[in-house]
T-cell receptor, first 114, second 114 residues
Framework: AQSVTQPDIHITVSEGASLELRCNYS??????LFWYVQSPGQGLQLLLK??????LVQGIKGFEAEFKRSQSSFNLRKPSVHWSDAAEYFC????????????FGTGTRLLVSP | GAVVSQHPSRVICKSGTSVKIECRSL??????MFWYRQFPKQSLMLMAT?????????EQGVEKDKFLINHASLTLSTLTVTSAHPEDSSFYIC??????????FGPGTRLTVT
């Protein structure tokens, strides 16, 4: 069965420091991969996506992610974190069959310290 | 960009009553809409997938008779929680997909059953 693992429940990063959020997936076919951000009480905003091609994808707000097929990973990175980046981050796999459902990871809560 | 709205954003209802949540794609036609449920500090759990003009496909463990989904047009899907109970209190999020691989998410509806 398809699954997405985000091993870090919480991460605290100092403002201005770099960030890496981990995501591993299990899916038999070539996945569509997404990173979303959710602020408290809000819906999801798409940060970036990978469908095919260049394995390093750029997103909004200075985020990037790299697809590594050999490691079944799609880690999210940002070189310098801002206080406004504090939020919940979800990695998701899009199934490329049927209704193309999304399978979400459990999320990582990012805290930014001054 | 693709915009999805939900109405209402918050609703409080008494136990035993029914409540309807609307999900609209504002600037595109959604071939498929999805309904998710999110408990506090948890990930999104897919409840059902709906296609315009056909019956919704429910995920395992979701009660069809309790969570009625209607996808009346290519821009509107509704979720009705029937005979709501306090355990149905949750954050409900819809998403819509056009012909591509990406889902566009609504801002969510906070349901509180007293």
């Amino acid at each position: 069965a398809q699954s997405v693992t985000q091993p870090d429940i919480h991460i605290t990063v100092s403002e201005g420091a770099s960030l890496e959020l981990r995501c591993n997936y299990s899916y038999g076919a070539t996945p569509y991969l997404f990173w979303y951000v959710q602020s408290p009480g809000q819906g999801l905003q798409l940060l970036l996506k990978y469908f095919s091609g260049d394995t390093l994808v750029q997103g909004i707000k200075g985020f990037e992610a790299e697809f590594k097929r050999s490691q079944s990973s799609f880690n999210l990175r940002k070189p310098s974190v801002h206080w406004s980046d504090a939020a919940e981050y979800f990695c998701a796999v899009g199934l490329n069959t049927g209704f193309q459902k999304l399978v979400f990871g459990t999320g990582t809560r990012l805290l930014v310290s001054p | 960009g693709a915009v999805v709205s939900q109405h209402p954003s918050r609703v409080i209802c008494k136990s035993g009553t029914s409540v309807k949540i609307e999900c609209r794609s504002l600037d595109f036609q959604a071939t498929t809409m999805f309904w998710y449920r999110q408990f506090p500090k948890q990930s999104l759990m897919l409840m059902a997938t709906s296609n315009e003009g056909s019956k919704a496909t429910y995920e395992q463990g979701v009660e069809k008779d309790k969570f009625l989904i209607n996808h009346a047009s290519l821009t509107l899907s509704t979720l009705t929680v029937t005979s709501a109970h306090p355990e149905d209190s949750s954050f409900y999020i819809c998403s819509a997909r056009d012909d591509g691989h990406e889902q566009y998410f609504g801002p969510g509806t906070r349901l509180t059953v007293t």
